[in-house]
């Protein structure tokens, strides 16, 4: 997916976790409206259980390493292998189970309350952070950047301990238990990383380096699971879900000769012609990909992830006017969808009607600020209407969600000379430029 950036890959600088002794790097966020939408269906009845509702998110990391975890209360991440290794949605729900219930359990938090006094302390930025509390009024988020942090650091901050493990276990068998879903999931996904405990670090999965794992945990998991058995449900409405954002991930991310081999694993008829889609747009063969599109739609005709996925292939065809037909149908049934609204708030300002373009981009903005292109997408449609303070205000933010800080420093200073004084865009600007200042003293 990295050479297909249409499917929505933005860097993260703020994000991440790195293993192994090499240094520091980004993370790489997959935006996609289809598998976001999937991954939020199948949390759904363990969110539930778990008390935790529809405040937590789950968002996809580009990364072949088997890996999920939490930085902050509001976000799940895992990886693309992880959910391509994963052959069943009881299995990816014994994930979600686990780090929600590091959420719900206080684990991060009281690593929030305590960072201040932690070594890693000075290693972690917050300019991300304190953008986010300038657009939600949360200071319950500062925690989600790491900034530069040195590689041990990292692993002091975001490893778990036993007793977390042991406890996060317990209520994760809990939550699937609660929610009618096979808790032998959560185990299955335990013996997966079985025995790794005696390899060298460098050689473990990241998820064992971060989640300790030992045979006694793995037969403390076994008598949660048996305490909970027969009380699992069939699913079948999130087999396909599972099925669906597994097939977008890969359709994108194997090449497209695999994928004209395996669609047929697929049990529905839709998905296997959205995954045919998905092969023939990459190899450029645009009309079989709105040949498989459109049969995928006829099948489902008010879903609004596949007319997105018709929106893109249009849209890299240079077929601009149907892209923007195409989002905004999907906008219709999708009408607060982000991902969705950005992608026609895009379409939008390709046939330049960029003040339409800022309604749904700002919409888009509102409903979540972390998405690079959609701030990348505003700054410039106001620079189309000569709103040149919000243009600096929007890239000051962008360049603060990639760790830029001092380009973010200057677009927000840019910014506060020409935006009225007291305004909500200017507060953003003054949040930015603060922040900014902030990691340059600590630089010192």
């Given at each position: 997916?990295?050479s297909?950036?249409?499917?929505?890959?933005f860097?993260?600088?703020?994000?991440?976790?790195?293993?192994?002794?090499?240094?520091?790097?980004?993370?790489?966020?997959?935006?996609?409206s289809?598998?976001?939408?999937?991954?939020?269906r199948?949390?759904?009845p363990?969110?539930?259980?778990?008390g935790l509702?529809?405040t937590?998110?789950?968002?996809?990391?580009?990364?072949p390493?088997?890996?999920?975890f939490?930085?902050d209360?509001g976000?799940?991440?895992?990886?693309?292998?992880?959910?391509?290794?994963?052959?069943?949605?009881?299995?990816?729900q014994?994930?979600?189970a686990?780090?929600?219930?590091?959420?719900?359990?206080?684990?991060?938090?009281?690593?929030m309350t305590?960072?201040d006094?932690?070594?890693?302390a000075?290693?972690?930025?917050l300019?991300?952070?304190?953008a986010?509390?300038?657009?939600t009024?949360r200071g319950?988020?500062?925690?989600?950047?790491a900034?530069?942090?040195?590689?041990?650091?990292q692993?002091?901050?975001?490893?778990h301990?036993?007793a977390e493990?042991?406890?996060?276990?317990?209520?994760?068998?809990?939550?699937?238990?609660?929610?009618?879903?096979?808790?032998?999931?959560?185990?299955?996904v335990?013996?997966?990383?079985?025995?790794?405990?005696?390899?060298?670090v460098?050689?473990q999965?990241?998820?064992?380096?971060?989640?300790?794992?030992?045979?006694?945990?793995i037969?403390a998991?076994?008598?949660?699971?048996?305490?909970?058995?027969?009380?699992a449900?069939?699913?079948?409405?999130?087999?396909?879900?599972?099925?669906?954002?597994?097939?977008?991930?890969?359709?994108?991310?194997?090449?497209?000769?695999?994928?004209?081999?395996?669609?047929?694993?697929?049990p529905?008829?839709?998905?296997?012609?959205?995954r045919?889609?998905?092969?023939?747009h990459?190899?450029?063969?645009?009309?079989k990909a709105?040949?498989?599109?459109?049969?995928?739609?006829?099948?489902?005709?008010?879903?609004?992830?596949y007319?997105?996925?018709?929106?893109?292939?249009l849209?890299?065809g240079?077929q601009?006017?149907?892209?923007v037909?195409?989002y905004r149908?999907a906008a219709?049934?999708?009408?607060?969808?982000?991902?969705?609204?950005?992608?026609?708030?895009?379409a939008?300002?390709?046939?330049?009607r960029p003040?339409?373009?800022?309604q749904?981009l700002?919409?888009?903005?509102?409903?979540?600020?972390?998405?690079?292109?959609?701030?990348?997408?505003?700054?410039?449609?106001?620079?189309?209407?000569?709103?040149?303070?919000?243009?600096?205000?929007s890239?000051?933010?962008?360049y603060?969600l990639a760790?830029?800080?001092?380009?973010?420093e200057?677009?927000?200073?840019r910014?506060?000379?020409?935006?009225?004084r007291?305004?909500?865009?200017?507060?953003?600007?003054?949040?930015?430029?603060?922040?900014?200042k902030?990691?340059?003293?600590?630089k010192?």
């Amino acid at each position: 997916m990295r050479s297909l950036p249409a499917f929505g890959t933005f860097l993260v600088a703020a994000l991440l976790l790195v293993w192994a002794t090499a240094p520091a790097r980004a993370a790489t966020l997959i935006r996609d409206s289809d598998v976001e939408n999937a991954l939020a269906r199948l949390a759904a009845p363990i969110l539930q259980a778990s008390g935790l509702g529809g405040t937590v998110r789950l968002l996809l990391i580009d990364d072949p390493s088997l890996n999920a975890f939490v930085v902050d209360s509001g976000h799940i991440y895992i990886h693309t292998g992880l959910l391509m290794r994963l052959d069943t949605p009881e299995k990816l729900q014994g994930v979600i189970a686990h780090e929600a219930a590091h959420i719900a359990n206080g684990h991060i938090t009281r690593r929030m309350t305590n960072l201040d006094s932690a070594r890693t302390a000075a290693g972690l930025g917050l300019a991300l952070a304190l953008a986010a509390a300038a657009a939600t009024g949360r200071g319950d988020v500062a925690g989600a950047l790491a900034l530069g942090t040195q590689t041990s650091a990292q692993r002091q901050f975001f490893a778990h301990t036993r007793a977390e493990e042991a406890s996060a276990d317990q209520s994760g068998v809990r939550y699937m238990a609660t929610a009618g879903i096979d808790p032998v999931g959560m185990l299955e996904v335990q013996q997966l990383f079985e025995g790794q405990e005696h390899l060298n670090v460098t050689r473990q999965d990241p998820y064992m380096r971060s989640h300790p794992l030992t045979r006694d945990r793995i037969r403390a998991m076994e008598r949660f699971v048996s305490a909970y058995s027969g009380s699992a449900r069939a699913q079948p409405e999130l087999d396909y879900w599972y099925d669906r954002a597994r097939a977008k991930a890969t359709a994108f991310q194997r090449p497209p000769k695999w994928t004209f081999q395996r669609y047929r694993e697929s049990p529905a008829k839709d998905v296997q012609h959205m995954r045919l889609a998905v092969a023939h747009h990459r190899q450029q063969e645009r009309s079989k990909a709105l040949d498989h599109i459109g049969k995928a739609i006829e099948l489902r005709p008010n879903d609004a992830q596949y007319y997105d996925l018709k929106g893109q292939i249009l849209l890299q065809g240079r077929q601009f006017q149907s892209a923007v037909t195409a989002y905004r149908t999907a906008a219709d049934f999708a009408p607060r969808d982000p991902l969705i609204l950005g992608n026609l708030g895009r379409a939008l300002l390709t046939i330049d009607r960029p003040k339409e373009a800022l309604q749904y981009l700002e919409k888009s903005r509102s409903l979540d600020f972390r998405n690079m292109r959609v701030l990348r997408d505003l700054g410039s449609a106001y620079a189309q209407v000569g709103n040149n303070g919000m243009a600096s205000v929007s890239t000051a933010e962008r360049y603060a969600l990639a760790g830029r800080l001092q380009d973010a420093e200057i677009h927000a200073q840019r910014a506060l000379g020409l935006l009225p004084r007291g305004s909500s865009a200017y507060r953003r600007a003054q949040d930015i430029l603060a922040a900014a200042k902030r990691a340059n003293r600590k630089k010192r």
